[in-house]
């Protein structure tokens, strides 16, 4: 926005620029040693899971809610806020459960929750107004248009998705009053966060109920034209380097982000150290000079205790080489030479950094066929001459192993070595949070009021705003010889070791030459500090209402805000979703009314919209699943030939129909996964509901029992959509090219697919705005739950399709209807068509390592 034109009643002072503030440095935490690493390293603010489930770390050791009250005195002792991730989905039945949990969260003085699913928000909402909401980067919120429906839950920050560019990111900023987070370092997810259903598909894990498998990090065959294409040694197609975003916090501060986000809830206490350290002296340096530069020794140790390869990530934009080189997916850490000599028993390395005794080392092959190897430094020998260490100088060295670590055999001259580990910078950075005594200090301003004849007044305050006075009982007395002095005082006001305070400013008045007595000081200083530290440590008193859930599940459910909507139909309807124009035909020609059309072309639809209606069918048109800055006029761009409604993927989406009056359909990828969620998209105007692909068939029945059954939208057979990617495999290994303007459009005339480690070939496709999409080989099939489904009053029934023709198209959707019409069991259905028999993921719930709600 523009700044307010200058004005004769500001003082100078006034009409200068706002002094811009430090982002918040944020911390993982997956254990108490990595909660002290985070603290004694510079955290603002440290985020962590509990172990009742219900966050997306579930394979770290988390915390369980009665360490909560210790966890929070802590990290408040120090200064620090404590975030708890609540960041999956819940399931209708879990949200009794999780209404306690939640009230405990909000009772302790947690800062904040982080969140996923929309009724999970309305939950907390609900339980404690004055417990901050902010929105997870799995809630997708790409754009301002979709942060402001989100905001309507009452979130008061938005994780943006790692997707997002810095110049996307001021835009956004730019257009709403959101405060904006984003991850500054660590591991990248090639699929959006929230979007991905691979470790579902293909295990039935859920990667919205914290359980990815990981699929991202496995190798891949790419197949074009039906050929296999030869990429040497690019295999791991989907695996991406590390966020290292240091050098860009300076941009990252000027385009309006509050807080910067290290990944890592999984990694060591080192690690947290190391990161956490790094980065705080980056944006001291962003704040003080403008600009970041971290010595290369720097970025070796943060390699070091973890590291796929560092880059940028979407922050400078897309670079899809740069991204996903492909070779590697594991932990490498830093390039330390390559062989130039094996002997019976050692090598001799040429050296690029140096190298110690007990160092890891790992030599480069193929981690799929078992050739990788590697083993710690047991002897180190240059010029024939045993040493501990190299030096800067040292260029070649011979490396000799513990007996049996190597096969020397399986080596070879001109193989690249990789130093993994490193006992000495392990040691140091343990010693940075393993003392007894605070390592990192809260800044504390003081004033002091010294006055002959009145008692002595000492004051302090916290850099958070706490404030503690104490003042003596007597007057002080005039000095006969040694009256107070601005430095006698500053240097016995001072003696804060043993807290976790530190002086940072002092004001002293003195008049009349007093004389302080020095244990006047130290009994006042001892006062104000275990003032300040009861303060910190004390939660601040905050409404928690007991009936929540109930509340908001007796509120009306309200009519759909559309003058469009429908009423449902006296019998079953299937809906098809078409990726063709083929597919259109096929399907209206069937004698289907109401399609979808999903294309790569958008100035398909307007022929879509012809071909149906010459067979008296209606089509919606499926969105885009992400909406990012400068997308909105993809929407006005349907305006033009008007659809029959859309097929909303996105918040904006929705938002869209709802400003046009456009019948409104929610798709899978808006994840309502709960009653709570699907209430409030009924309210925001969705004429209808297709549920989260996360819930299996007993947890979809609680929903649809917990609904209007004419709400909701069910999936009956479909090619699950496993990652969804702003990551471009098209252009990353068909084009010359490093994004979207200057890549060819390969996607436009070449048929790709996937093959995995077991030979499936799963196809991979483009959408309108480049982003791809890589779909199950096998479709899944709820064939066999649609009798249960029907019982309880479903009447939607949607088939989507992928790459059938118009035969396939008919026989498939003839089998369905012979189905719904009671000529076919679902078993013959899905073992006729050779589909999965799969109504979302094989196990839905998660398994709690203790109970959850044990002190409630």
């Not at 393993?434 to 002595?456: E, N, S």
């Not at 083929?582 to 294309?599: N, R, T, V």
């Amino acid at each position: 926005m523009p700044l307010p034109a200058p004005s004769d009643s500001l003082s100078p002072l006034a009409s200068q620029p706002t002094p811009r503030r430090a982002p918040e440095l944020l911390a993982p935490a997956g254990q108490w040693e990595c909660l002290s690493a985070a603290i004694e390293n510079g955290a603002d603010a440290v985020y962590f899971g509990l172990d009742c489930g219900f966050n997306a770390r579930a394979r770290a050791s988390n915390f369980h809610l009665d360490d909560l009250d210790s966890i929070m005195s802590t990290l408040h002792h120090r200064g620090v806020l404590g975030y708890v991730t609540v960041n999956t989905l819940a399931f209708a039945n879990e949200l009794a459960d999780l209404e306690r949990i939640l009230a405990r969260i909000a009772q302790v003085g947690v800062d904040a929750i982080l969140v996923q699913d929309f009724g999970v928000a309305r939950l907390a909402r609900q339980i404690c107004p004055q417990l901050p909401l902010h929105a997870s980067t799995q809630m997708t919120l790409t754009s301002a248009e979709t942060i402001a429906v989100a905001a309507e839950l009452g979130i008061s920050r938005v994780v943006i998705p790692r997707e997002t560019s810095v110049k996307e990111i001021a835009k956004i900023h730019s257009q709403t009053d959101m405060p904006l987070e984003a991850f500054i370092h660590g591991a990248l997810c090639v699929a959006y966060s929230g979007q991905c259903l691979t470790s579902e598909s293909l295990g039935g894990r859920s990667a919205n109920r914290g359980q990815c498998a990981q699929a991202c990090r496995l190798p891949y065959e790419l197949i074009c034209d039906g050929e296999d294409q030869d990429l040497g040694d690019v295999r791991y197609l989907l695996s991406p380097q590390d966020l290292a975003g240091y050098a860009l916090i300076p941009e990252l501060i000027e385009a309006g982000i509050c807080s910067l986000k290290i990944e890592g809830r999984l990694k060591t206490p080192e690690y947290v150290a190391n990161i956490t350290a790094h980065y705080r002296n980056a944006i001291d340096q962003a704040m003080a000079d403008g600009v970041v530069n971290l010595p290369a020794k720097a970025v070796d140790d943060m390699q070091l205790s973890f590291s796929r390869g560092f880059s940028q990530g979407w922050l400078n934009g897309c670079d899809h080489k740069e991204l996903v080189p492909g070779k590697d997916s594991a932990k490498r850490g830093i390039l330390l030479g390559s062989i130039t000599e094996v002997k019976p028993h050692s090598v001799i390395l040429e050296l690029q950094r140096t190298l110690a005794r007990g160092d890891g080392l790992g030599f480069a092959g193929g981690r799929e066929e078992g050739t990788q190897q590697g083993g710690r430094v047991f002897g180190l020998y240059l010029d024939g001459n045993s040493v501990d260490r190299t030096t800067a100088k040292d260029t070649e060295i011979e490396v000799v192993f513990g007996r049996g670590d190597i096969d020397f055999d399986e080596l070879h001259v001109g193989q690249l070595v990789w130093k993994s580990d490193d006992p000495d910078l392990n040691r140091r950075l343990r010693r940075s949070y393993g003392g007894k005594d605070p390592q990192r200090c809260q800044p504390l301003d003081m004033q002091v009021t010294a006055i002959a004849g009145q008692p002595l007044q000492v004051t302090a305050t916290t850099a958070s705003g706490n404030t503690a006075s104490d003042s003596g009982t007597e007057p002080l007395q005039v000095a006969r010889n040694l009256p107070a002095t601005d430095e006698m005082i500053r240097e016995k006001i001072g003696r804060l070791g043993g807290s976790s305070y530190e002086l940072r400013q002092l004001s002293c008045r003195i008049e009349g030459s007093p004389m302080v007595p020095v244990s006047m000081i130290n009994k006042l200083r001892r006062s104000v500090v275990e003032n300040l530290q009861k303060q910190s440590v004390t939660p601040e008193h905050r409404e928690v209402r007991t009936d929540a859930l109930k509340t908001l599940r007796m509120a009306p459910a309200g009519e759909v805000r559309t003058d469009a909507a429908q009423q449902a139909p006296t019998t079953e309807r299937l809906t098809v979703l078409c990726r063709s124009l083929e597919q259109i035909s096929a399907a209206a020609e069937f004698g289907i009314k109401h399609l979808y059309a999903d294309f790569q072309d958008i100035r398909l639809y307007g022929e879509a919209i012809r071909l149906a209606s010459e067979h008296q069918a209606e089509v919606m048109i499926a969105s885009l699943r992400i909406q990012k800055p400068g997308e909105l006029g993809l929407f006005n761009v349907l305006r033009r030939t008007p659809p029959a409604g859309m097929l909303c993927r996105n918040l904006a989406a929705l938002a869209f129909c709802r400003e046009q009056g456009w019948p409104a359909i929610v798709d899978f990828s808006l994840n309502v996964a709960n009653d709570l969620s699907a209430r409030w998209m009924h309210s925001l105007g969705a004429q209808r509901i297709t549920p989260s692909y996360d819930l299996n068939r007993e947890q979809l029945m609680a929903l649809i029992d917990a609904v209007p059954a004419e709400w909701l939208e069910i999936v009956v057979h479909q090619h699950m959509p496993m990652f969804h990617m702003e990551h471009c495999v098209f252009c990353s290994v068909l084009s010359e090219g490093t994004n979207k303007t200057n890549c060819g459009r390969p996607c436009d005339t070449h048929v790709v697919s996937l093959r995995d480690r077991t030979g499936v070939e799963h196809p991979l496709q483009a959408d309108i705005a480049c982003r791809n999409t890589l779909y199950n080989a096998v479709p899944q099939s709820a064939a066999e739950a649609v009798s249960d489904f029907k019982k309880r009053g479903i009447q939607h029934f949607r088939v989507e399709l992928l790459e059938e023709n118009a035969a396939d198209t008919a026989s498939i959707l003839q089998t369905y209807q012979e189905l719904l019409a009671g000529h076919k069991d679902g078993a013959s259905v899905w073992k006729e068509l050779k589909a999965l028999n799969r109504v979302g993921v094989t196990r839905g719930t998660m398994e709690s390592k203790r109970d959850p709600l044990a002190i409630i």
